[in-house]
């Protein structure tokens, strides 16, 4: 990939006289506001993975099928890379500012463009928890659901997928196994007719265990979705 643009140097060089910004990893000065929170050496360094990387074809994990994922509810999941160097940094900033730098974005979007991925017909951020909402102000999620589905041009749909919170499960009389059970049970499909018969693009910051996607997976096919992809910007592990 090329990561220089002549015009583009010109701009960030005035722009970094006027704002310095230090890398987040190294402390050295970042001379291209496109790489965001980190420098393009330590962009370098950060693993990306390929178009031809040896992944599990459905949770996405380096190497070979992963034995681990036969259980989860969704058809495929991939990431940009795994969650270090600058995208993890850029992840941590995410959830600060509402912006996606423009080489995340270029990353996300070859990510979404190939196979299974390129699929989707609609493109669903995992929702906040209301009141990490309200804190916050936006869902880092939904700031990555924007850029794709743009990409992709598909439609974003920020109101089908809704997150159920505690206080109303436990009103809700739950026992007590599903009171400890903190993502299962947490999410539910609020417009049934908008998900039916879509492969819906499942967006999240960051893919850990796959248990939360996997319990929005569950869900969404529940109310009719065809299949459910999952893009995460990283993965850690
Ligand atoms: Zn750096
Ligand atoms: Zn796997």
Same mark, same amino acid.
């Given at each position: 990939?090329?990561?220089?643009?002549?015009r583009e140097?010109?701009?960030d060089?005035v722009?970094?006289?006027?704002?310095?910004?230090?890398?987040a990893?190294?402390?050295?000065?970042?001379e %291209?506001?496109?790489?965001?929170?980190?420098?393009?050496?330590?962009? #370098?360094?950060?693993?990306?993975?390929?178009?031809?990387?040896?992944i599990?074809? #459905?949770?996405?994990?380096?190497?070979? $099928?992963? =034995?681990?994922?036969?259980?989860?509810?969704?058809?495929?999941?991939?990431?940009a890379?795994?969650?270090? =160097?600058?995208? %993890?940094e @850029?992840?941590?900033m995410?959830?600060?500012?509402p912006?996606?730098?423009?080489h995340?974005?270029?990353?996300?979007?070859?990510?979404?463009?190939?196979?299974p991925? @390129?699929?989707?017909?609609?493109?669903?951020?995992?929702?906040?928890?209301?009141?990490?909402?309200?804190t916050?102000?936006?869902?880092?999620? $939904?700031?990555v659901?924007q850029?794709?589905?743009?990409?992709? #041009?598909?439609?974003?749909?920020?109101?089908?997928?809704?997150?159920?919170s505690?206080?109303?499960?436990?009103?809700?009389?739950?026992?007590?196994?599903?009171?400890?059970?903190?993502?299962?049970? $947490?999410?539910?499909?609020?417009h049934?007719?908008l998900? $039916?018969?879509?492969?819906?693009?499942?967006?999240?910051?960051?893919?850990?265990?796959?248990? /939360?996607?996997? @319990?929005?997976?569950?869900?969404?096919?529940?109310a009719? &979705?065809?299949?459910?992809?999952?893009? /995460?910007? &990283?993965?850690?592990?």
């Open positions: 990939m090329n990561l220089t643009r002549p140097l010109i701009y060089a722009l970094t006289l006027a704002y310095p910004q230090t890398c990893i190294c402390g050295r000065s970042v %291209r506001r496109r790489f965001g929170v980190a420098c393009e050496e330590c962009w #370098k360094e950060t693993q990306i993975f390929a178009d031809d990387e040896a599990c074809w #459905k949770c996405g994990a380096p190497g070979p $099928a992963c =034995g681990r994922c036969e259980e989860m509810a969704f058809t495929a999941a991939r990431a890379g795994m969650y270090r =160097g600058a995208l %993890r @850029s992840v941590l995410l959830k600060r500012r912006y996606l730098p423009e995340v974005q270029n990353l996300l979007e070859s990510v979404v463009m190939r196979e991925l @390129s699929f989707s017909t609609r493109v669903v951020p995992v929702p906040l928890h209301p009141k990490r909402l309200k916050r102000g936006f869902n880092q999620a $939904a700031i659901a850029t794709v589905a743009k990409a992709l #041009k598909l439609p974003l749909d920020e109101v089908s997928l809704v997150r159920v505690a206080t109303e499960k436990y009103r809700a009389g739950l026992d007590r196994k599903g009171r400890q059970d903190t993502v299962a049970g $947490a999410f539910d499909v609020s049934q007719r998900v $039916a018969d879509e492969n819906i693009l499942l967006v999240d910051d960051v893919f850990t265990t796959g248990a /939360t996607v996997s @319990s929005c997976a569950d869900v969404l096919v529940a009719g &979705a065809m299949q459910v992809f999952v893009l /995460t910007v &990283a993965r850690a592990r």
